[in-house]
Nanobody
Framework: QVQLVESGGGLVQAGGSLRLSCAAS????????MGWFRQAPGKEREFVAA????????YYADAVKGRFTISRDNAKNMVYLQMNSLKPEDTAVYYC????????????????WGQGTQVTVSS
């Protein structure tokens, strides 16, 4: 079992930046693909970014490409999402997740989920 706890969310003006953190416990994340997803009110949970267990491969949703950066520190059991140039449409609850796949962009492939952290971007 892997427990995931997100932090770093908050209220920010458009154009601003936030850094989300995801602390893992229970098991090392070094063998998991780690991903970030988000869910806005009334919408389905959507893929944001993912990084393979070796940190050699990362993927991003088109909507965040060039603005968001996923990173991980396996030694600290931490995953991060640096979000720059934030837009009001980035407003959502952001979730950290772990997958046993090499890399995955669909929620169905993720086995463990955090409780989420709210990000609100004002215009």
């Amino acid at each position: 079992q892997v427990q995931l706890v997100e932090s770093g969310g908050g209220l920010v003006q458009a154009g601003g930046s936030l850094r989300l953190s995801c602390a893992a416990s229970g098991r090392t994340i070094s063998s998991y693909c780690m991903g970030w997803f988000r869910q806005a009110p009334g919408k389905e949970r959507e893929f944001v970014a993912a990084m393979s267990w070796s940190a050699g491969t990362s993927y991003y949703a088109d909507a965040v490409k060039g603005r968001f950066t996923i990173s991980r520190d396996n030694a600290k059991n931490m995953v991060y999402l640096q979000m720059n140039s934030l837009k009001p449409e980035d407003t959502a609850v952001y979730y950290c997740a772990a997958s046993g796949e090499l890399v995955a962009t669909r929620t169905v492939y993720y086995d463990y989920w955090g409780q989420g952290t709210q990000v609100t971007v004002s215009s």
